[in-house]
């Protein structure tokens, strides 16, 4: 018998054993039936439910089923239940009124692996580990403070793409800014982390990349568990080769910081890698209880955490929002007469200068209203049964949250939602830190991103550097609407294609 014989058969053989199960449970369940329905939703097929409909932009496809079914969606992953949300209403109501019962993550073969077991926090269950984790790394790492003393390092590797953008705009060449974005946020983060720029020995960018599309899938291994040891997708081998490709940089650089302390090599500003051993090694009674757990592994998934949030998020807003103002060329240039107003004769930006820019704000939202990062957020988890606007709720449904979808809604933000417009943000007091249930780029409530204030500061600072140093248009007669804005799903949502654009430098008055 062939393989494919065999996988077909195995499919049958599971249909079937799934339709006899579910039978029995429905003829012989001594469990009263709840007294409320489910939510509505499409008619799934037997075993894989509904994850045929999900597509290559699932986001999308949510979108549109949500018109059909409602705010509140049911639908069916092989086995797993999963409830798809799609109105600001209904966003409030389970990241924030009921926060407590969804703020746990469902488990799955690729954060397992990756993530040493998820002993870091962006995969880890709700419970007191998860708390431990986010507590130390919002105090620790992303506190204002170590954001703040770490603004000259920034400078430095922003100085460093300024003066490469300058020989190219001499030279009238085309740059790639998704390369140029992807390698200064590889710089910066590594400075941040590792305390030094990018490693030539690894390419993190192309890792990372990789890691958040095996992440992001909806891996038939998480979903009918039965198949899973057939890898119909490939996805356990690709999660296993990003998994020692991951090890490998970890081990490398931790084995590095531990060789330069017993060296007594005396740093001036710790980087987040020897913040960490040095919760291992002298544990803080702030800490305490996460220091009890502080082994190598949970070392390595915590710095993968930062690394993910931030050489892989920050690169993609300013990407996204660079291809916004390329396409609307008024609006790049009102942003660069607010910068020249704030940063006037001033080579290089502050981020100082940063919070004076009202307008740079609006476009900042108005790309995030457009190009959330992740489409669907973080997927989280019921931890109770529950029952939520008169919809019945099991314990362990994978709740999506479609935040692309409440940012093309009409009936949030009016009829011309699909024009990039960030002038609707004037006298509106929307934010996107949680609080407005239409924008929500980075979540809301208890998982919400802890990591806002850095991710915020460098897309600002970066993006301000680049519009106040250089104009820029779209290469080989290039019209706005020629530029391809197509998405590569995955836990976080990219450009398909590389930005390519022409700088020129602008000279100021
Ligand atoms: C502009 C860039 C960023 C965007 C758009 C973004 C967006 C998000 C989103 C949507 C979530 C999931 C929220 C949910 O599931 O409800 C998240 C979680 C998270 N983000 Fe960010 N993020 C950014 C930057 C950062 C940075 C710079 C860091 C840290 C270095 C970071 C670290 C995290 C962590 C650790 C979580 C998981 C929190 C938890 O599960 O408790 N993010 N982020």
Redesign the pocket.
């Known amino acids: 018998m062939s393989p494919t014989q065999f996988a077909i058969l195995l499919v049958l053989v599971g249909a079937l054993w799934w339709f006899i199960i579910h039978l029995f449970r429905t003829i012989f369940s001594t469990n009263p039936r709840p007294l409320h329905k489910p939510p509505p939703g499409p008619r799934g097929l037997p075993l894989i439910g509904h994850l045929h409909l999900l597509g290559k932009q699932p986001h999308r496809t949510l979108y549109e089923l949500s018109k059909k079914y409602g705010p509140i969606m049911s639908l069916r992953l092989g086995s797993i239940p999963a409830i798809v949300v799609s109105t600001p209403a209904a966003s409030e109501l389970f990241?924030k009124t009921h926060d407590t019962v969804f703020a746990s993550?469902p488990k799955s073969q690729a954060a397992d692996y990756l993530w040493y077991g998820t002993k870091?926090?962006?995969?880890?269950e709700y419970g007191t580990y998860?708390r431990n984790v986010?507590k130390f790394?919002t105090l620790e790492?992303?506190s204002a403070t170590k954001t703040a003393s770490m603004a000259g390092m920034r400078r430095e590797e922003l100085v460093l793409l300024v003066e490469s953008l300058k020989v190219a705009a001499r030279d009238r060449e085309v740059v790639d800014l998704s390369q140029k974005m992807a390698l200064l946020m590889e710089d910066m983060t590594c400075r941040m982390l590792f305390g030094k720029s990018r490693d030539e020995r690894f390419d993190l960018n192309a890792i990372i990349h990789e890691l958040t599309i095996v992440v992001g899938a909806f891996n038939v291994a998480d979903f009918i568990p039965f198949l899973g040891a057939l890898d119909l997708q490939g996805l356990t081998r690709r999660i296993k080769q990003i998994g020692k490709a991951v090890d490998t940089v970890l081990e490398t650089i931790i084995d590095e910081h531990e060789q330069d302390a017993s060296d007594g090599y005396n740093k001036l500003e710790r980087d987040f890698v020897d913040v960490l051993l040095s919760l291992k090694n002298s544990p803080s009674s702030t800490h305490e209880q996460l220091a009890q757990h502080m082994d190598r592994s949970t070392i390595k998934a915590i710095v993968l955490?930062?690394i993910?949030?931030?050489i892989d998020?920050?690169q993609?807003?300013v990407t996204w929002i660079m291809s916004e103002l390329l396409r609307h060329p008024r609006v790049m240039k009102q942003l660069q007469n607010q910068v020249q107003n704030v940063v006037g004769d001033c080579e290089f930006v502050e981020e100082s200068h940063v919070s004076k820019l009202d307008y740079l704000d609006m476009v900042v939202k108005e790309s995030?209203r457009l190009h959330?990062?992740?489409t669907l957020?973080?997927?989280?988890e019921s931890v109770e049964d529950i029952v939520i606007d008169g919809y019945y709720i099991k314990k362990k449904s994978r709740i999506i949250?479609n935040?692309w979808g409440l940012g093309q809604d009409p009936k949030n933000w009016s009829e011309n939602v699909n024009e990039f417009l960030p002038e609707r943000f004037i006298g509106s007091n929307i934010d996107y830190t949680g609080n407005n249930f239409q924008l929500?780029?980075?979540?809301?409530?208890?998982?919400?991103?802890?990591?806002?204030p850095?991710?915020?500061i460098?897309?600002k600072l970066v993006v301000t550097q680049l519009v106040h140093t250089f104009d820029w248009e779209l290469p080989f007669g290039m019209s706005a609407d020629e530029l391809d804005m197509e998405e590569l799903f995955g836990i976080t949502v990219p450009r398909a294609t590389h930005l390519l654009a022409m700088p020129s430098l602008r000279s100021l008055p």
């Open positions: 990241l993550r870091g926090m962006i995969f880890t998860w986010r790394c790492l992303l955490d930062m993910l949030g931030t998020t920050s993609i807003v995030l959330p990062v992740a957020l973080t997927p989280h949250v935040t929500i780029p980075f979540g809301s409530g208890r998982r919400g991103c802890p990591g806002i850095l991710g915020v460098m897309v």
